[in-house]
């Protein structure tokens, strides 16, 4: 985003800002004013061809990758019949929201490269490209919240967890997305437009894009931007932050409750196991009814945790990713909610922060459906059997189509059953 208030003081920019001159219009040259230099530092786009072509080069990639990526995934979790769970009806609305931004994308590159100076495209992609990207983040970043409270409950309240339904959970992730909407993509769309810029004026819009915020609109944004940002970006980071190394610790204490429990009631090697059980029932410890509840064995506690490490593994995953991807770009609105670019060197800073910004944003959208099949194996069985089943070649290691392998399998199987 363009800078919007400077740092000498916001009051005072909003005081001086004055109506853009309407003398200014598009039969300025825009072949020769977009990647070329002129006396007034303003009149100069803060990039080059370079940049431009770097910036194309990773970010249509992965706009792709991130588009094929997460429809798999949302596709793999809503056909398989053993993914049915909460976690991964959240994983599929976290699909969703990576899937607009990666095909809304291409907007926000244009923005700020070939259509710095001239917006070219429809009046309504220029509110898109902002409207969808603060709708998205609002959407994912409540939902990441949303994961790791509902993975506490499961882990530190597993009975109080089995009582959430997934209808109860569906109208959680629908009731996030009307919110986000009218909070998030409603004020965008109607605050951002494409307006010509008069490059000339002291205007605090002097610097920015042509899709950028309306003028008019400035001190109501400012005001917004001070409340929503803290409800829907900076309280959920925090939270998630302070969640994650809440639950690892959840997590060691129930394992050395458990040691402590085994090493005082060990497991019987020569004993009947029901003899065992009921002279245990006479005891009246925590630990041992602990023990009795969850049907301890070397196989149950083996299966458990392996199932909390896997838990835990994804959600520092997905939140890794998040940080990753947000932490940039939330740190460029701040510098650019508080630095006034007022010269050439800080408007090509500024533009070099969205950009890397932006890049690590797209890549946490991409590393996303990665990191869930690397945690789950059945979502990663699933996700390779969809993958099998879509690849035009079906043929076998052997050169056989699946149907002849399956026949002569069974064959063989009938031949060594006669001998």
Same mark, same amino acid.
């Given at each position: 985003?363009?800078?919007?208030?400077?740092?000498?003081?916001?009051?005072?920019?909003?005081?001086?800002?004055?109506?853009?001159?309407?003398?200014?219009?598009?039969?300025?040259?825009? *072949?020769?004013?977009?990647?070329?230099?002129?006396? +007034? %530092?303003? !009149?100069?786009?803060?990039?080059?061809?370079?940049?431009?072509?770097?910036?194309?080069?990773?970010? &249509?990639?992965?706009?792709?990758?991130? !588009?094929?990526?997460?429809?798999?995934?949302?596709?793999?979790? =809503? #056909?398989?019949?053993?993914?049915?769970? &909460?976690? +991964?009806?959240?994983?599929?609305?976290?699909?969703?929201?990576?899937?607009?931004? /990666?095909?809304?994308?291409?907007? %926000?590159? $244009?923005?700020?490269?070939?259509?710095?100076?001239?917006?070219?495209?429809? #009046?309504?992609?220029?509110?898109?490209?902002?409207?969808?990207?603060?709708?998205?983040? $609002?959407?994912?970043?409540?939902?990441?919240?949303?994961?790791?409270?509902?993975?506490?409950?499961?882990?530190?309240?597993?009975?109080?967890?089995? #009582?959430?339904?997934?209808?109860?959970?569906?109208?959680?992730?629908?009731?996030?997305?009307?919110?986000?909407?009218?909070?998030?993509?409603? %004020?965008?769309?109607?605050?951002?437009?494409?307006?010509?810029?008069?490059? +000339?004026?002291?205007?605090?819009?002097?610097?920015?894009?042509?899709?950028?915020?309306?003028?008019?609109?400035?001190?109501?944004?400012?005001? $917004?931007?001070?409340?929503?940002?803290?409800?829907?970006?900076?309280?959920?980071? /925090?939270?998630?932050?302070?969640?994650?190394?809440?639950?690892?610790?959840? &997590?060691?204490?129930?394992?050395?409750?458990?040691?402590?429990?085994?090493?005082?009631?060990?497991?019987?090697? #020569?004993?009947?196991?029901?003899?065992?059980?009921?002279?245990?029932? =006479?005891?009246?410890?925590?630990?041992?009814?602990?023990?009795?509840?969850?049907?301890?064995?070397?196989?149950?506690?083996?299966?458990?945790?392996?199932?909390?490490?896997?838990?835990?593994?994804?959600?520092?995953?997905?939140?890794?990713?998040?940080?990753?991807?947000?932490?940039?770009?939330?740190?460029?609105?701040?510098?650019?909610? +508080?630095? /006034?670019?007022?010269?050439?060197?800080?408007?090509? !800073?500024?533009?070099?922060?969205?950009?890397?910004?932006?890049?690590?944003?797209?890549? *946490?959208?991409?590393?996303?459906?990665?990191?869930?099949?690397?945690?789950?194996?059945?979502?990663?069985?699933?996700?390779?059997?969809?993958?099998?089943?879509?690849?035009?070649?079906?043929?076998?290691?052997?050169?056989?189509?699946?149907?002849?392998?399956?026949?002569?399998?069974?064959?063989?199987?009938? /031949?060594?059953?006669?001998?």
């Amino acid at each position: 985003m363009d800078g919007l208030i400077s740092s000498n003081g916001s009051r005072h920019i909003l005081e001086s800002a004055t109506p853009i001159n309407s003398s200014y219009t598009d039969s300025t040259d825009r *072949s020769t004013n977009a990647f070329t230099t002129t006396g +007034n %530092p303003n !009149l100069e786009p803060p990039f080059t061809y370079g940049a431009v072509v770097f910036s194309a080069v990773m970010l &249509i990639p992965m706009a792709v990758f991130g !588009l094929v990526a997460n429809l798999i995934t949302m596709i793999v979790i =809503s #056909k398989s019949k053993t993914l049915k769970s &909460i976690f +991964n009806h959240l994983l599929i609305s976290l699909c969703i929201s990576d899937m607009l931004s /990666a095909a809304f994308s291409i907007l %926000p590159l $244009y923005r700020q490269t070939w259509g710095f100076d001239y917006w070219a495209w429809p #009046k309504f992609l220029c509110k898109a490209s902002f409207a969808v990207d603060a709708w998205t983040t $609002y959407v994912t970043t409540i939902h990441i919240l949303l994961f790791a409270i509902f993975r506490l409950l499961s882990i530190q309240w597993p009975i109080a967890f089995k #009582k959430v339904s997934l209808l109860q959970v569906r109208l959680i992730i629908v009731c996030v997305w009307l919110v986000a909407f009218g909070c998030g993509f409603m %004020p965008y769309a109607i605050m951002f437009e494409d307006i010509v810029r008069n490059r +000339n004026s002291n205007t605090p819009d002097a610097a920015w894009s042509h899709c950028s915020l309306n003028p008019a609109w400035l001190m109501q944004f400012v005001a $917004y931007y001070q409340v929503a940002a803290p409800i829907f970006i900076f309280f959920p980071m /925090a939270a998630i932050v302070v969640l994650c190394p809440v639950i690892g610790i959840v &997590i060691k204490r129930r394992r050395m409750k458990y040691r402590a429990a085994r090493l005082r009631f060990p497991w019987p090697r #020569k004993r009947r196991r029901k003899d065992y059980l009921s002279e245990l029932r =006479s005891h009246d410890n925590s630990a041992f009814r602990t023990i009795l509840a969850q049907n301890e064995s070397k196989e149950v506690e083996s299966r458990r945790r392996r199932k909390e490490r896997n838990a835990f593994l994804q959600l520092g995953f997905i939140t890794g990713s998040f940080l990753m991807g947000y932490i940039p770009n939330t740190a460029h609105v701040v510098y650019t909610t +508080n630095v /006034a670019p007022e010269s050439m060197a800080m408007r090509v !800073l500024e533009w070099n922060l969205f950009m890397v910004g932006y890049i690590f944003l797209r890549l *946490s959208e991409c590393l996303n459906p990665i990191f869930y099949n690397l945690v789950s194996s059945k979502m990663r069985a699933e996700t390779f059997s969809f993958l099998g089943r879509c690849l035009p070649c079906k043929c076998s290691p052997t050169g056989q189509s699946p149907q002849q392998s399956n026949q002569s399998s069974s064959a063989q199987q009938t /031949a060594n059953a006669s001998l």
